[in-house]
């Protein structure tokens, strides 16, 4: 049972408008009912707020669907891709479109519950960033030791301390995407968590973490496990780690003149 009763005069105490979006490939089974799940759980908290569809390129009914809806609820918009352009790009479509003083994302495949969302909001009153991991990763075997060593790999690397790095349950809030404090994008795939933490972090924003519970997938399919994904996560990794140094040597360098 996902559901819970709880006290939520905190929650909505801890924000006055919150912009939630999912970024959605050919999931025409799930994005209907998560997009009514947010709905209510938005609405009970009394707050400003609007829900965005990212529809990456679905070649399924995805982007149908998630007109319909948009048409019968003004809280909801929509952004569509033309073509598939990767995860990255739909996360970066969805904070460019975000207008709410906090931003939260999570997945169209429904494997996470938006009703663990609200508990998050007291947490960012103290810090920038929610990160949030996963409980029982409902995930095979083998894709679950390939995201511990990610993470570990990637944590040693730009010196995290982050437990579930591509966890799909995180709140920001909206200033460190747009000025004056914004960070620069540029992953269209799968490294996007990776260079949002880690930009976020070199710049002094703050980052907390929770637990959250995880679900098996009921509709679709899995995408992002494919060699060539993977190969061109690392690829970039290494590019993403010499832009920051490059931009701490600048920065070093410009403090550095009289």
Same mark, same amino acid.
């Given at each position: 049972?996902? %559901?819970?009763?709880?006290?939520?005069?905190?929650?909505?105490?801890?924000?006055?408008?919150?912009?939630?979006?999912?970024?959605?490939?050919?999931? *025409?089974?799930?994005?209907?009912? /998560?997009?009514?799940?947010?709905?209510?759980?938005?609405?009970?908290?009394?707050?400003?707020?609007?829900?965005?569809?990212?529809?990456?390129?679905?070649?399924?009914?995805?982007?149908?669907?998630?007109?319909?809806?948009?048409?019968?609820?003004?809280?909801?918009?929509?952004?569509? %891709?033309?073509?598939? @352009?990767?995860?990255?790009?739909?996360?970066?479509?969805?904070? +460019?479109?975000?207008?709410?003083?906090?931003?939260?994302?999570? =997945?169209?495949?429904?494997?996470? =519950?938006?009703?663990?969302?609200?508990? @998050?909001? !007291?947490?960012?009153?103290?810090?920038?960033?929610?990160? &949030?991991? #996963?409980?029982? #990763?409902?995930?095979?075997?083998?894709?679950?030791?390939?995201?511990?060593?990610?993470?570990?790999?990637? &944590?040693?690397?730009?010196?995290?301390?982050? +437990?579930? /790095?591509?966890?799909?349950?995180? @709140?920001?809030?909206?200033?460190?995407?747009?000025? !004056?404090?914004?960070?620069?994008?540029?992953?269209?795939?799968?490294?996007?968590?990776?260079?949002?933490?880690?930009?976020?972090?070199?710049?002094?924003?703050?980052?907390?973490?929770?637990?959250? %519970?995880?679900?098996?997938?009921?509709?679709?399919? *899995?995408?992002?496990?494919?060699?060539?994904?993977?190969? #061109?996560?690392?690829?970039?990794?290494?590019?993403?780690? #010499? *832009?920051?140094?490059?931009?701490?040597?600048? &920065?070093?360098?410009?403090?550095?003149?009289?």
């Amino acid at each position: 049972m996902r %559901h819970e009763t709880r006290d939520t005069s905190d929650e909505r105490r801890a924000t006055n408008s919150i912009s939630v979006f999912f970024p959605c490939y050919n999931e *025409q089974d799930n994005v209907a009912r /998560i997009v009514e799940q947010a709905l209510v759980v938005l609405e009970n908290l009394g707050a400003d707020f609007e829900v965005i569809i990212v529809n990456d390129g679905s070649s399924d009914a995805t982007g149908r669907i998630a007109d319909e809806i948009a048409g019968r609820n003004s809280r909801v918009k929509v952004v569509h %891709h033309q073509s598939n @352009l990767g995860y990255g790009a739909a996360l970066q479509s969805g904070f +460019r479109a975000a207008t709410k003083e906090l931003i939260f994302y999570t =997945d169209g495949d429904g494997q996470f =519950d938006i009703n663990e969302m609200p508990p @998050l909001l !007291p947490l960012i009153k103290q810090y920038d960033i929610v990160s &949030c991991y #996963r409980l029982n #990763r409902q995930d095979s075997f083998l894709r679950k030791i390939n995201g511990w060593c990610w993470t570990k790999f990637v &944590c040693l690397l730009f010196g995290m301390k982050i +437990r579930d /790095i591509d966890c799909a349950f995180k @709140l920001y809030k909206r200033e460190i995407f747009h000025p !004056p404090g914004r960070i620069k994008l540029l992953s269209t795939g799968a490294l996007i968590d990776t260079e949002i933490l880690a930009r976020a972090v070199n710049r002094g924003y703050t980052v907390t973490q929770k637990a959250v %519970h995880h679900y098996p997938r009921t509709a679709g399919a *899995q995408t992002g496990a494919n060699l060539r994904v993977i190969f #061109r996560a690392f690829k970039e990794l290494f590019k993403l780690r #010499r *832009q920051i140094r490059e931009e701490d040597e600048k &920065c070093e360098a410009k403090n550095a003149k009289p």
